[in-house]
């Protein structure tokens, strides 16, 4: 989230699209209730079903469950058309009058730059024209034919109501009253809010409809604002601090890189590319500091053993040739490729795409590790459950291994939340029977991986013999140990500019201002700093003092540096005068920024000191165009889901899904087509279950015991369903069976001159459960493809059929 939680109480207007808060995020949802009952802010709730948020929504459309960048390019569109820009905002804080490259082009749903043989954009032209100092040149009255503004106008000029309409299968009056209700959010002292989740991230285009709303917002003047923002409401409970400790391949902790093979074989290579310089005169870029930050990285990670002579152990780090996200690592399971598997809090087998394909997978490992409290799908994968699940175990070669684990109630620890809140837990009881902590497992691991590699060699054995592991008792760190590790400590004495010693030898920092390139400082998790110094667990914190406008800076500690809301400096206009006076997060003092947040921005940077607030871009500025960041299109082009209820993209019938997206080899004969599987699925959750595991909990099976679909009356009356009947629900890849819940909350779609029906599969199901029934896995049904940007598999629009079973 770009705001909190409890920002969104002050929105002037809230959307939920893309997500279904109520049911996913019940405890969050709260603040919409406030912001409804204090203020009377509508909501508007844009999804395929008629959901429970939507049911105390004040309004509700329906849309075709992967068409969103359709309706949002023509909200884009709408706006430019009637003038509900905050033009003041746009015009300083955004990318518009940017000057692109001249051999930037789109043509018939093309990019420049495609490779046809590579299947991948080579981006070189989606980038600016820089001038002779390598500044981005601009036009500030926004009239050259290739600025930002101009080619995003025409670029979206297609989008017209008829296009959104026939695309989304929403009506047009439905469109006009979301496009009105944002329109007056471009008013400079009004902000509205988004709300979305994997409604927008399960889709192979997910990563683009996201940033067309970025772009809405940034049209509006909605970003930096209380009451405004992107937000994005997470899902496990830690998954924000997943993606925080770069939990993900290619990543590091703090959003650095992880050094890629071609772009960063060497050191130097690695900071020259990664400390990107402004692309405006007189514009702070934090990147600038990714020396401090990766160098104190470095001395985390290898200890004494990482000098300045050998680079502080850079060559030890491992180099990526590709991304190994779930849906590459299942296929070279699958291509023989992988002997062992480590399953660590994961159930792979209910929740990868293409359950059957994935059974596959797991069939040619040797050996499998499960490390988790319950008996999961993924732990029993080979073993036979009837219709639900039929295998032959004496063909499946792999041991499996069960490694039982507490679960998160049972651990201290730190978890951060979607507002970036890192908020420190106390187990709540005692782990049963053989349960050992996951640190423990790991540590141990570690361990006598150390000793065989220091006994026996190995070809690269540094990356582990060479591991900082300062733990007092080597085999069980401690979650204290590691999360002082995160916010880092002062190896050596440090001082400020004036030589006075801020920070003694050994102490822990107070944050990430105080990180050094010279390996005088040590930190896992540079945005972390702070969390964890000399007054103790800042996360600890249970202080709920309010700063103003709810913010609370002494309840748990949220990153980067305790701020609230990020980018609030866009709060204010240039002059440094909040848009909003009775909302007013920061302000410029006439000697520094202050108010009731902590500034996203320097300090002491008087408002004319050329800086914009968009301090983490090299532009300073919001990004209309995003240039060289993603692998599918500086602006965001409505494409066909992989499979298509429609099989043409009115926009542009010859390139019809996404030139970007990667399907590799061995699905390509798993994918189905509309005359067999003439309906959209789609899969989402149920407040009553969590994921796969609340299988196992005996009340939760009570209130939400069986499997089921939803279909509308229609497609039910179609078919021959009545409320109640046992369903087959089949793809290309599989098949499941549940009970039909025949309901008014789904409706058919006319799109593109057809009907469209969509049926809607909660998730939770799987054959190990409390309730003796052999629930199907939803997953076989799933299509085995991402998005193209970060492979999250398109669970939310995929081809089916319907039959009464
Ligand atoms: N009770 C409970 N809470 C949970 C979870 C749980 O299992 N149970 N899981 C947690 C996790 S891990 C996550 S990631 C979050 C997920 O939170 P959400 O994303 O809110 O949950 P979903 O139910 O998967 O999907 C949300 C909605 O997206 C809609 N949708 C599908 N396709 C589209 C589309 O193309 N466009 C639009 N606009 N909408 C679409 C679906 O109909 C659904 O209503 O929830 C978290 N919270
Ligand atoms: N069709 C479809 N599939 C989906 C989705 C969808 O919307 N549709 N959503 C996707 C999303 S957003 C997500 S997040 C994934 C979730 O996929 P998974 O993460 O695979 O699903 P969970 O059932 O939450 O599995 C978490 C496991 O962690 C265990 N656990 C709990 N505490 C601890 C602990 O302290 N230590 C260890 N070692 N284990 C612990 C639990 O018992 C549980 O088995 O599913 C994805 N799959
Ligand atoms: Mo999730």
Redesign the pocket.
């Known amino acids: 989230m770009t705001n909190t939680f409890v920002d969104i109480q002050h929105a002037d207007f809230i959307m939920v ?5 109520a ?3 019940p405890v969050g949802f709260k603040w919409v209730i406030e912001a409804k009952k204090k203020k009377g802010t509508k909501l508007f709730v ?4 008629f ?1 429970r948020t939507a049911s105390v929504a004040d309004f509700y459309a329906p ?1 075709r ?4 960048i359709a309706f949002l390019g023509a909200l884009i569109n709408w706006l430019i058309e009637n003038d509900k820009i905050q033009w003041e905002y746009v015009k300083a804080y955004t990318n518009a009058s940017f000057i692109v490259d001249e051999g930037y082009d789109f043509d018939e749903g093309m990019f420049v730059g495609y490779d046809e043989t590579k299947k991948k954009y080579n981006n070189e032209n989606w980038y600016y024209q820089l001038d002779a100092n390598g500044y981005a040149e601009t036009d500030p009255s926004l009239h050259h034919p290739r600025c930002v503004w101009q080619l995003m106008k025409k670029h979206y000029s297609r989008y017209t109501l008829d296009m959104m309409h026939n695309i989304c299968g929403t009506s047009k009056e439905d469109f006009l009253k979301v496009a009105q209700a944002w329109g007056e959010m471009a008013a400079p002292n009004k902000a509205g809010t988004i709300l979305y ?4 991230t399960q ?1 192979t285009v997910g990563t683009q409809m996201i940033r067309t709303m970025a772009m809405v917002q940034l049209l509006l003047g909605n970003i930096g604002m209380s009451g405004g923002g992107v937000n994005a ?1 997470r ?2 409970s830690n ?1 924000q601090g997943l993606s925080d400790l770069g939990l993900l391949s290619t990543a590091l902790p703090g959003y650095m890189v992880l050094p890629n093979e071609t772009n960063h074989p060497t050191f130097a290579d690695y900071l020259a590319k990664q400390t990107p310089k402004p692309l405006r005169p007189g514009q702070l870029n934090y990147w600038g500091n990714t020396p401090a930050f990766f160098v104190s990285f470095l001395k985390w990670m290898y200890g004494d053993a990482a000098t300045k002579e050998n680079n502080w152990g850079y060559d030890w780090l491992p180099k990526w040739d590709k991304m190994y996200d779930i849906l590459q690592l299942t296929d070279l399971m699958y291509q023989g490729k992988i002997n062992g598997l480590l399953v660590q809090g994961f159930n792979a087998q209910g929740s990868f795409p293409d359950a059957n394909r994935v059974t596959e997978a797991f069939s040619k490992l040797k050996y499998m590790v499960v490390m988790d409290p319950l008996k999961t799908e993924t732990a029993s994968f080979w073993e036979n459950h009837g219709d639900a699940h039929d295998v032959d175990p004496s063909k499946i070669q792999t041991e499996v291994f069960r490694l039982p684990t507490p679960c998160f109630a049972e651990e201290a620890g730190s978890i951060v939340n979607s507002s970036r809140w890192l908020q420190w837990h106390h187990p709540g009881a005692k782990p049963p029977g053989e349960a050992l902590p996951d640190l423990d497992i790991l540590a141990e691991l570690h361990m006598l991986l150390k000793e065989m590699y220091e006994k026996e060699g190995g070809t690269a054995p540094e990356p582990i013999t060479k591991l900082n592991w300062p733990y007092k008792n080597p085999y069980a760190p401690t979650p204290e140990e590691m999360a002082k590790e995160s916010n880092g400590r002062a190896l050596a004495d440090i001082k400020d500019a004036d030589g006075n010693v801020i920070r003694k030898k050994g102490e822990l920092l107070d944050g990430f201002a105080q990180l050094r390139d010279d390996g005088s400082t040590s930190c896992a998790t540079w945005i972390f700093s702070g969390s964890w110094t000399e007054q103790g667990n800042q996360m600890d914190r249970r202080d709920n003092t309010d700063s103003g406008l709810g913010n609370t800076p002494k309840w748990a500690w949220a990153w980067p540096a305790n701020r609230r809301i990020i980018y609030n400096r866009a709060s204010c206009d240039p002059s440094g005068k909040p848009w909003n006076p009775d909302r007013v997060l920061i302000e410029w003092d006439g000697k520094k920024w202050s108010g009731a947040d902590v500034a996203d921005f320097k300090a002491d940077a008087a408002p004319d000191s050329g800086m914009n607030p968009f301090i983490m871009n090299e532009e300073g500025v919001g990004r209309l165009f995003c240039a060289r960041k993603l692998v599918d299109g500086p602006f965001p082009e409505h494409y066909e889901p992989l499979e298509s209820p429609i099989g043409t993209n009115p926009l542009h019938p010859k390139v019809v899904q996404t030139p970007a997206m990667r399907l590799f080899d061995s699905v390509k004969d798993r994918v189905g087509t509309r005359q067999d599987y003439p309906y959209v699925g ?1 899969t ?4 009553e ?3 796969f595991w609340t299988k196992s909990v005996k009340l939760l099976m009570i209130a939400q015991p069986q499997q089921f679909v939803e279909i509308s009356e229609e497609l039910a009356k179609e078919k021959g369903i009545a409320k109640g009947d046992w369903v087959k629900v089949s793809s290309k890849r599989g098949w499941i069976k549940a009970k039909a819940v025949v309901t008014k909350r789904v409706k058919p779609l006319q799109v593109n001159g057809q009907t469209v029906h969509q049926v ?1 599969i909660p998730l939770h199901g799987g054959w190990e459960n409390v309730s003796g029934e052999k629930q199907f896995l939803v997953n076989s049904l799933t299509p085995f493809v991402g998005d193209c940007n970060t492979q999250t598999p398109e669970y ?2 995929f081809l089916v059929n319907v039959e009464k079973a």
Do not use: C
Request: charged share 15%; net charge neutral.
């Open positions: 699209m893309g997500g279904n808060a049911e996913a995020h844009v999804d395929p079903r959901t849309i469950s992967g068409s969103d989740a994997l409604g927008w889709h409401l899902g496990h998954i789609t989402y959750r149920l407040t279950h969590f994921q809607g939310k629009t």
